[in-house]
C-alpha cells in the first residue's frame, strides 16, 4: 500500500471520532448550561418563597447525572408553607432528563416528615414516595402523587393520625380539557386510596371492623387558580369566597364488606366550611 493510501486509510479512522468528540463537547457544554439555569433558578425561586412568608432551609444543592439526567440532590430539606403545614427530609431528590427538562420526578428515598398545623408531624415511610410534574409551562401542570406502601407513624406529641398504612395512595391533578381543549381555570383531580388500615382504635378501623378502606374519588375543580395560596388561612379559603365548587363529582367508597357509591353534579363549601350539594 502506498503512503498516500495509507494517510487516506487513517483518516477514514480518525474522522467519525472527531464527529463523535464534537457532539460530545457540544452535549457537554448544553448540559453544564442546563445545571447552572437549574441552580440559578432554585435559587431565585427560593428567594421568591421566602419573601411571601415560606421557610425554606436546605445544606448546599448538588447537580449530577451527566450525561443524559440531570439530578438534583437538596438534603436536609424543611419547608414550611405560611399555613403551618410543611414537609422535611433527609434528603430529597429531583430528577429529568437532559433533554427533557420540562418533567421533573421528586423522590424522597430516605422517607419524610410531614407537619400538620396545629396538630404535629408525621413520619411517612414506604417503598416508593415520587412526585411527578409535567407540563411546567401550562397553567396548571400535570401533577401525580404517588405512595407505594406508604406507613404513618405520629411524631411524639403530635395528634393521632387516621391511617397507619396502605397499599397504595394516588394523587392526579390536570388542566380540565373542554372539547381537547384545556379549560380557562378548571382542574381535573383524582383521588385513590387501596387499602387503606386505621390506626388501633380509630375511626378507620372503627368504620371497617378493622378491615381496610379503599376509595376512588374524581372530581372538576372550579375556580382552580384560586387553591395557589397557601396561608394562615387554609389553601381553601380564597376559593371558597370566590365560589369555588367540585363538579361532575363521582366515587366509590369500600370499607370492609360494605360499599358506597359517590355521585354530585355540584359541591360548594359553605360560610361554615362544610359542603354542600
Known sequence: ???TSAR???RGLVIPFAIVGLVLAAWTGWWLWLADQIETRLAD?????RAEGWQVSHLPVSVTGWPFRTRVAFPAADIVAPSGHGVAAPELVAEA???NPGHWVVLAPDGLILTRA???QVAVEGEALRLSVSHLRDRFPDLRL???RPTFTPVAGAEPFPLASAERIELYTRPHLTDGQAATDEMDVLFRLTDGRGRAGGPVEGATREGRLSAEVEATIEQASRLRGVDSAGVFSSWTAAGGRFTAVKGRLQAGDSTARIES???RAGPDGRLQG
Open 265 to 267: 353534579a355540584a359541591l
Open 8 to 10: 487516506h486509510a487513517r
Open 45 to 49: 425561586q427560593t428567594e421568591v418563597l
Open 118 to 120: 396545629g396538630k404535629g
Open 146 to 148: 404517588e405512595l407505594a
Open 97 to 99: 432528563s437532559a433533554w
Open 1 to 3: 500500500m502506498s503512503d
